[in-house]
């Protein structure tokens, strides 16, 4: 079994197909040499090696001898000799899993350096102060990485001897009143070795090696077990990245960058990985190491003249200071990027006036970027279209379309609390605790968060006056993650480390405790939480070409189609623009909480007999006709699904002892009688009580009302020669006998309507498929309904046994302890929620195959279960409008991965 893989000299025994033996980082850089590309040879231990060595816990017999063969190669292209004292070749170790685990694992550098090679090192170079430069840095890595961590040492907080060494010299810093390392001479680097090496054995009670050979295999033991290692463990875990993976070691000539004015390092981009602009973008840093470039301890330079900005400006470009070898790095930057055909992150040292590649990869991104890049790219003809549209990550799109706070403004701020993410995007605002309180805020000009422990139908209008919402409890479906999502807004929700007192007006998290009036700052992408105001970077969707271009390409793929969950003429127009194809789901009890028509639902409520009800309800016929002609409207030519009542009555009714007295007075009963009406609706969670079509089972008449005003308004428009086209959907439907009857009225009712107008129109009836017994009986409704709309809110919260209101309580430790894999309210549980879809589907076309079939519950906006949704043969999905464009991309990549 081959095990070292070397490269240098323009050959290599591996590819860049070779990643999973050779790591990332291994795997280009043969690829790179073989490419002709100038890389400092080396070799590559294979990731083999490693698990092995994890499995027995010691090398096999002839890895010594293969090592020592491949460092003979590379002491023949260098013309140098590994622990030479005339001579001397230094070498870095260097890990490389697989898949990029940035500052994860260890690196030791200069691997070499003894107190017999480094007076040759000092003759060859002429540079004493270089050589004991490099000679204190692999001191202090060797120390940190392969005596400390990789014995399983692990000293206090600020206690590791990396800390401890660096305490030194920034003692003898100040001392001689210098601020840069680079100021201090070779004298002094040299007398700091000594203080050093003296140091890890106080501290460590082992001395600092002085052979080359224990050095090397050192390193290497040291780089395989850091694979282990606590930081990297728990970054796979966060990652997914699986653990039987392993790292390769990366044994390479070292080249050098800081051995004097005609060195240099640094780190560039094939293109701006922040605005995805086509210019070669970077840094770089005249004699300097590396991670002098990365440690931000030196401000670098700009590369070139094309991008400068920021703190750079006045510094010199490479492309000044070196024109021959920024020509030629330009040049290579030009071949990675066509060869890869990706965006390059690349690495690089000048020494000696010669340029040497030490790493290429693909290049991190942000949303903004990965969209330009992608269309770019394409435009070029460097890629095809399949490959543009899986270029981008579906929630990258998130980032383009909210607000987002200001990534570095962010990390220096402190973590209040952690909720659940609910509504992407970031939003800074001063802090109310009531509805009505957020309304008057915003109208004298103040930007707010409304603060509720959860919010109700009756907070819309302040939750529509914030910036942002944040609940102590509920979950990915509660109240206000629903409505927050409808409008796009930022929202963090079932913050459990949260009090609220609406009493004192006071919000404590983990010791601190925030007035009304306090700023807070909410990130609704990652669901933390920070006190006092953070930058918020803006959004400009309509000039972004790049969007609009990757928009119409998904189109173009995607057979499936996104429609919109909106419940407003303003939502539905919005989702258009954003690219809905219909409303897969109006949530019509959304459009009784207007002061006028609330009151009339509570008439409703409270009504004694039919007489009553019918006639209380008849007052909200003119404003539900209204509301769905400019809902018809606003989409015509395509559907719109009207889901009929769904939730318990209760929700309508005040909670409060005060405003329980105002509607009695409003409703001429007393307010005994009002608190027995309230008390008998009263439904505890999960809310499967009197609620959808057993409303309309109960009191016809609404449905009635419902029915009529649909299609009294779809007449009207269609004598405006407007196209609407309804469909009526029946909620929480278990059986079939549930679903004729509301069907029979709602077909009675448009007879009624087609005579009483003069005017013929089309609509369909069909049902929620939201419990699992309706999975079950999929093949009986099928029989009578013309289509089906999973409603996987419920259909989650029915198969699990788990309230969506009450989750956020105990979410955070089921996703703690794994119970859970990931939040099922957000992404669909594939294998039990999703089988019940499944089999819904199959029952249901195994009677009408033709049978539309879509899902409205949140789930259609998410990514992952898009995907499951393809698979499974669903016609649409549908989600909130600010999630349109996610789900036209995720149905796009479904198609074509
Ligand atoms: C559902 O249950 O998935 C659904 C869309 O309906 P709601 O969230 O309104 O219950
Ligand atoms: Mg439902």
Redesign the pocket.
């Known amino acids: 079994m081959k095990r070292v893989y070397f490269f240098g000299n323009g050959k290599a025994d591996g590819t860049a197909k070779d990643k999973n033996l050779l790591g990332g980082k291994g795997a280009n850089l043969a690829e790179m040499t073989n490419f002709g590309i100038p890389v400092p040879p080396g070799f590559t231990i294979s990731t083999k090696v490693c698990t092995n060595f994890m499995d027995v816990g010691e090398f096999p017999h002839n890895l010594k001898i293969e090592v020592q063969n491949a460092l003979e190669e590379i002491e023949k292209i260098m013309g140098q000799i590994f622990g030479d004292p005339e001579n001397p070749l230094l070498v870095s170790v260097r890990s490389g899993a697989r898949q990029s685990m940035p500052g994860m694992m260890e690196t030791v550098l200069n691997v070499g350096l003894t107190s017999e090679t480094i007076p040759g090192l000092i003759e060859k170079s002429g540079d004493e102060r270089f050589v004991y430069d490099a000679y204190r840095r692999l001191i202090t890595m060797y120390a940190d990485v392969v005596i400390e961590k990789s014995a399983g040492i692990e000293p206090k907080e600020g206690e590791g001897i990396r800390e401890k060494l660096n305490g030194i010299m920034n003692k003898m810093k100040s001392q001689q009143g210098v601020d840069n390392d680079s100021e201090l001479s070779g004298e002094s680097l040299k007398e700091l070795c000594v203080l050093f090496k003296a140091e890890i054995v106080n501290t460590l009670g082992e001395e600092f090696p002085d052979d080359p050979d224990t050095q090397l295999w050192g390193g290497i033991t040291a780089v395989f077990k850091s694979w282990n290692g606590k930081r990297a463990v728990s970054y796979r875990n966060i990652e997914n990245i699986p653990h039987h993976w392993g790292t390769a070691v990366n044994i390479q000539a070292m080249v050098f960058g800081n051995m004097g004015d005609n060195c240099a390092t640094g780190v560039a981009f094939t293109r701006n990985p922040a605005t995805g602009e086509n210019v070669f973008f970077g840094e770089w840093l005249p004699n300097a190491q590396g991670e002098d470039v990365v440690a931000g301890l030196r401000t670098p330079n700009p590369l070139n003249n094309l991008n400068e900005g920021g703190d750079a400006q006045n510094m010199p470009s490479l492309e000044d200071s070196m024109p021959t070898i920024y020509a030629e790095l330009d040049a290579i930057q030009k071949r990675l990027e066509t060869h890869y055909n990706d965006m390059q992150d690349i690495e690089f040292t000048i020494q000696n006036g010669r340029l040497w590649m030490l790493q290429t990869r693909t290049g991190k991104r942000n949303g903004q970027a990965a969209v330009r890049m992608a269309v770019e790219m394409l435009e070029e003809g460097t890629i095809d279209e399949k490959t543009a549209l899986m270029r981008v990550k579906p929630e990258q799109l998130d980032e383009i379309m909210h607000p987002m706070l200001d990534e570095q403004a962010e990390k220096k701020s402190e973590l209040l609390a952690k909720g659940l993410p609910a509504g992407p995007g970031g939003a800074s605002g001063q802090i109310v605790f009531t509805a009505d309180e957020a309304e008057v805020w915003h109208k004298n000009g103040k930007r707010v968060i409304l603060v509720r422990n959860e919010t109700s139908p009756e907070d819309v209008h302040g939750m529509f006056a914030s910036e942002a919402i944040l609940t102590a409890h509920g979950g990915m ?1 509660s109240h206000a993650a629903l409505v927050a999502r409808g409008w796009g807004k930022c929202c963090v929700v079932g913050c459990a480390d949260i009090r609220i007192s609406v009493v004192d007006k006071t919000l404590s998290a983990n010791g601190t405790t925030l007035m009304e009036g306090d700023w807070l700052t909410l990130n609704g992408s990652s669901g933390n939480i920070y006190k006092g105001k953070i930058r918020l970077k803006p959004v400009d969707l309509e000039s972004n070409i790049y969007f609009q271009k990757l928009m119409q390409l998904t189109d173009r793929h995607r057979k499936m189609g996104v429609r919109t969950n909106a419940d407003s003429p303003a939502d539905a127009k919005q989702a258009r623009e954003f690219g809905a194809e219909g409303i897969g ?1 109006c ?1 019509t009890e959304h459009m009784f909480f207007d002061q006028e028509r609330i009151l009339a639902m509570r008439e409703m409520i409270v009504a004694g007999n039919e007489e009553d009800r019918r006639k209380a309800i008849m007052k909200l016929l003119p404003h539900q006709r209204e509301d769905f002609y400019g809902i018809l409207k606003a989409m015509s030519p395509h559907p719109v699904t009207i889901r009929l009542l ?1 939730p318990p009555l209760h929700e309508f009714l005040p909670q409060e002892e005060e405003q329980i007295s105002k509607l009695a007075e409003e409703l001429n009963i007393t307010t005994k009688e009002l608190k027995a009406r309230i008390e008998n609706l009263h439904e505890l969670n999960p809310m499967l009580g009197h609620r959808g079509c057993r409303l309309g089972i109960s009191y016809p008449e609404i449905t009635e009302m419902q029915a009529r005003a649909i299609f009294e308004a779809t007449a009207q428009l269609k004598n405006e020669n407007q196209s609407p086209f309804p469909e009526v959907m029946v909620p929480l439907v278990v059986s079939v006998e549930e679903f004729t009857n509301q069907k029979k009225i709602i077909n009675d009712m448009a007879e009624t309507v087609k005579k009483e107008t003069g005017t013929q129109f089309e609509y369909l009836v069909g049902t929620m498929i ?1 419990l699992p017994r309706a999975c079950a009986i999929a093949d009986q409704i099928a029989e009578e309904a013309q289509f089906f709309s999973f ?5 989650t919260q029915t198969t699990y046994g788990f309230s969506r209101d009450d989750i956020g309580g105990f979410l955070p430790d089921y996703l703690d302890q794994k119970i859970l894999p990931a939040d099922p309210f957000q992404s669909i549980d594939q294998e039990g929620v999703g089988s019940l879809v499944k089999m819904g589907v199959e029952k249901g076309r195994s009677v009408n195959s033709k049978l539309k079939i879509g899902i ?2 949140e789930h259609g906006g998410d990514p992952d279960s898009i995907q499951f949704f393809h698979k499974t043969g669903l016609d649409y999905v549908s989600c909130s409008p600010f999630r349109v464009p996610i789900a036209r991309l995720s149905a796009a990549q479904a198609e074509v991965s």
């Open positions: 479906t789901l949530r769904d939201e409603g996987t809110n419920d259909l409205c519950g």
